[in-house]
Antibody
Framework: EVQLVESGGGLVHPGGSLRLSCAASGFTFSSSWMGWVRQAPGQGLQWVAN????????YYVGSVRGRFTISRDNTKNLVYLQMDSLRAGDTAVYYC???????????WGQGTLVTVSS | SYEVTQPPSVSVSPGQTASITCSGD??????VCWYQQKPGQSPVLVMY???NRPSGIPDRFSGSNSGNTATLTISGTQTMDEADYYC???????FGGGTKLTVL
C-alpha cells in the first residue's frame, strides 16, 4: 500500500524557516518524481515544486523560487521542502504527492499545516 | 503567467449529468488531470491524461480536452460526488481555481 506521510509543519514567524518532510512507502521511491502542493485556508490547490527521480532536476512556482528548496534522500525514501523567508501568504496545508509519469499526482499525503504569523 | 479557469460552482440534481469545464489558452495541447476533494480530505485523482480513469474511479466519470477547454463529465451524478473539483494542466502543473459541485 502506497503511503505518504508529511511532517514538520507548525507556527513560524514571518521571515523564519521550516523544513517539511514526507516519508514514502509502498512503492519504489527512486523511480518516481515527487511534488509538493499547498492549499491556503479556504482556497484552492497550488502546485509548489517537484523533483526528478534522482534529484537532478527541480522546478518551482514563481512565488517560492529562491525561498524554497525541494530535495530528496532516496536511501531513506524521504522528500523535503526547505522553506526560508516565510511570509504570511505561505500559510497553507502542504501536501506531498507522487507523480505517476504524465498521469497526474496519483497518491497524496494527509498534509501538514504551516502557519506564518507574528 | 499561464492561467486555468474553472466556474466557481456547478449544481446538478441526483441522477443527472454534471459538466465541469476548465479553460486555458491552447489547453488541448497538454494533458489535463482532474482531482476530487471532499471537506477535510486530501485530493483524489479522478481523471488523468484527459480521459483516463484511475483504478477504483467509477465509469460515470469521463473527460475530454480539446482546443482551449477540458471538461469533466459525471453521468448519473450521485450525492457522494458532491465535492470540490480541480483541473490541472500537466505541462505547467498549474491548477484551476476549483469548482464546487453541489448535488441537490
Amino acid at each position: 500500500e502506497v503511503q505518504l506521510v508529511e511532517s514538520g509543519g507548525g507556527l513560524v514567524h514571518p521571515g523564519g524557516s521550516l523544513r517539511l518532510s514526507c516519508a514514502a512507502s509502498g512503492f519504489t521511491f527512486s523511480s518516481s518524481w515527487m511534488g509538493w502542493v499547498r492549499q491556503a485556508p479556504g482556497q484552492g490547490l497550488q502546485w509548489v515544486a517537484n523533483i526528478k527521480r534522482d534529484g537532478t532536476e527541480k522546478y518551482y512556482v514563481g512565488s517560492v523560487r529562491g525561498r524554497f528548496t525541494i530535495s530528496r534522500d532516496n536511501t531513506k525514501n524521504l522528500v523535503y521542502l526547505q522553506m526560508d523567508s516565510l511570509r504570511a501568504g505561505d500559510t497553507a496545508v502542504y501536501y506531498c504527492a507522487r507523480e505517476n509519469g504524465s498521469s497526474g499526482y496519483d497518491y497524496w499525503g494527509q498534509g501538514t499545516l504551516v502557519t506564518v504569523s507574528s | 503567467s499561464y492561467e486555468v479557469t474553472q466556474p466557481p460552482s456547478v449544481s446538478v440534481s441526483p441522477g443527472q449529468t454534471a459538466s465541469i469545464t476548465c479553460s486555458g489558452d491552447k489547453l488541448g495541447d497538454t494533458f489535463v488531470c482532474w482531482y476530487q476533494q471532499k471537506p477535510g480530505q486530501s485530493p483524489v485523482l479522478v481523471m488523468y491524461q484527459n480521459n483516463n480513469r484511475p483504478s477504483g474511479i467509477p465509469d460515470r466519470f469521463s473527460g475530454s480536452n480539446s482546443g482551449n477547454t477540458a471538461t469533466l463529465t459525471i453521468s448519473g451524478t450521485q450525492t457522494m460526488d458532491e465535492a470540490d473539483y480541480y483541473c490541472q494542466a500537466w505541462d505547467t502543473k498549474i491548477f484551476g481555481g476549483g469548482t464546487k459541485l453541489t448535488v441537490l
